[in-house]
């Protein structure tokens, strides 16, 4: 089977289906990418803005990565941010709390604890290079090394944002609380 | 195991997925963008990435969405036929079918016989209902309303524009208006002076790619740039007999453009076939028109001698841009 990268060099040579396949192989992933963000009306309005948006800077791939799927979250991750800008003054933040709102997680922990809010807000609270690069990693199964790819930074740079981010989220005592308590339900089974 | 803070930020990964249709929209709006820029495909002058072009294939693809029921708001004006049309893209120039004829009697025939014996329609928008097939992939078709102040709204369906209107969602952004009014121009009006204008429409009647000496030494480029602009204010204003008029004026004064009767769907059409020089190499491009209205029902694009890699139907309808916005269909 034919790389991303080869696919989208023969893109260039003048072969257009060979872009839909690219796109075929990561339209699940980068829709949820964009559900997780802005929620899933949003995120079928700027599919497409994403494809035509990767096809347009297509010629700018580096082909020295064989997998496009961090390149195509970071058109994203651009069409995301040119989306928020460009909402109603009214309307302004992208917010965070909301992150994957309207699903449940949490359907077995103890009802008193409001879980997903509690990470939420965490997540609201890191920096937004920190945030990226952890929900990258967490959510969409990418590797530190992707998620630079995606951001555009370099992987060290990323390493040191996962690693300020997790300690943020491990110093925050909502977060600390529930980590332990979840830890201890665990052992105690 | 202990769960860690990853983990617990992981557990909120899991969302609603998109529905398939979502996937199916985004890629068919992708594979209409990748038509409009034809990146390696045999190539038009015309610039790669022409704005008006692009936006145009960006906005005006996608969905299912024909079943038009031509209430008493929409008059139809023509109905395509569903199967696949009567052209026949890349004509050489140098061995023109018998029945051919070079652009000028023809399509100033048919300009005048419009001109004399049609009005002006009710309504003040064109709605079109477009289906595109290409060489590879599956039809798609939209829906295009173009007010006749300029304004342009797409939905994949006829249902969905309510809503882009509701929203002012206008993405012409100006585009087709030059356009439009450099073919009514064209009506009565010095076609010297119109080409020019047509020619260069995309920027405006100053600075484009046409100077006052271009009429004196037709090149390629020029060629190309009233045929696409002009095809362009067609579609537009396809429901107003006097945007026809003009661009068959227009049409008329490029001379490598040949004109053959056809039947389309067995209807009278004429077919307009455009190759060198407005386009390099084997490229060509056909418009098929209806014969008595000059209203598009066709078009195809593609190398000579080969299936088109895009052919396009055209469903014409005369409407109010209230009884659209009101989901009068």
Request: charged share 20%.
């Amino acid at each position: 089977m034919d790389s991303d990268a080869e696919l989208i060099g023969r893109s260039l040579a003048g072969d257009g289906e060979a872009f839909v396949e690219v796109i075929c192989r990561h339209e699940a992933a980068v829709g949820a990418y964009l559900v997780r963000r802005a929620g899933r009306e949003m995120a079928e309005d700027l599919l497409a803005e994403v494809w035509v948006a990767a096809f347009e800077s297509r010629g700018t791939y580096d082909r020295s990565f064989p997998d496009a799927r961090p390149w195509l979250f970071g058109v994203a991750m651009n069409r995301l941010r040119r989306h928020w800008r460009s909402r109603p003054a009214e309307d302004p933040v992208p917010d965070v709390t909301s992150l994957a709102a309207g699903w449940d997680p949490w359907p077995g922990v103890d009802g008193r604890v409001d879980t997903a809010t509690v990470l939420r807000t965490a997540l609201a609270g890191l920096r937004p290079h920190e945030r990226e690069v952890l929900t990258l990693v967490a959510w969409e199964d990418l590797t530190v090394a992707d998620a630079a790819r995606t951001l555009g930074i370099p992987a060290g740079t990323a390493r040191r944002y996962l690693h300020q981010a997790r300690r943020a989220l491990r110093n925050a005592p909502e977060v600390a609380a529930l980590l332990t308590d979840l830890n201890t339900v665990k052992e105690t089974r | 195991m202990t769960v860690g803070e990853l983990e617990l930020v992981g557990r909120l990964r899991d969302v609603e997925p998109l529905r398939p249709e979502a996937f199916e929209q985004a890629r068919t709006v992708l594979r209409a963008a990748m038509a409009s820029d034809r990146p390696d495909e045999p190539t038009p002058a015309r610039p790669r990435h022409h704005p008006r072009r692009r936006a145009l294939a960006i906005c005006g693809i996608v969905g299912l969405g024909i079943g038009i029921a031509a209430a008493a708001v929409a008059v139809a004006l023509i109905a395509t036929p569903a199967s696949q049309p009567a052209i026949t893209p890349g004509r050489p120039a140098a061995r023109p079918p018998a029945a051919a004829h070079r652009t000028s009697t023809p399509l100033m025939r048919l300009a005048g016989y419009i001109k004399a014996h049609t009005g002006q329609p009710a309504g003040n928008a064109t709605l079109i209902i477009r289906t595109q097939t290409y060489a590879k992939g599956q039809p798609a078709t939209g829906a295009d309303l173009y007010t006749d102040s300029g304004a342009y709204y797409w939905a994949p369906t006829e249902s969905g524009l309510p809503a882009q209107i509701a929203a002012h969602h206008d993405i012409g952004n100006g585009m087709f208006r030059r356009e439009v009014a450099a073919a009514l121009y064209a009506v009565n009006g010095n076609l010297a002076i119109a080409r020019q204008r047509m020619i260069n429409a995309p920027s405006g009647h100053t600075g484009g790619v046409c100077s006052a000496q271009c009429d004196a030494s037709a090149t390629g480029i020029t060629d190309n740039y009233l045929w696409e602009n002009s095809l362009d204010a067609l579609t537009a204003g396809a429901g107003n007999p006097r945007v026809r008029v003009g661009v068959l004026r227009l049409l008329s004064t490029l001379p490598d453009v040949t004109v053959t009767n056809t039947a389309t769907g067995g209807q009278p059409t004429l077919t307009l076939a455009a190759g060198s020089p407005a386009f390099p190499g084997n490229y060509h491009e056909a418009l098929t028109i209806n014969a008595s209205t000059g209203i598009p029902v066709a078009f195809a694009g593609g190398t000579l001698g080969q299936k088109p890699d895009v052919m396009i139907t055209y469903q014409v309808f005369r409407v109010t841009l209230a009884a659209i916005a009101a989901g009068k269909f």
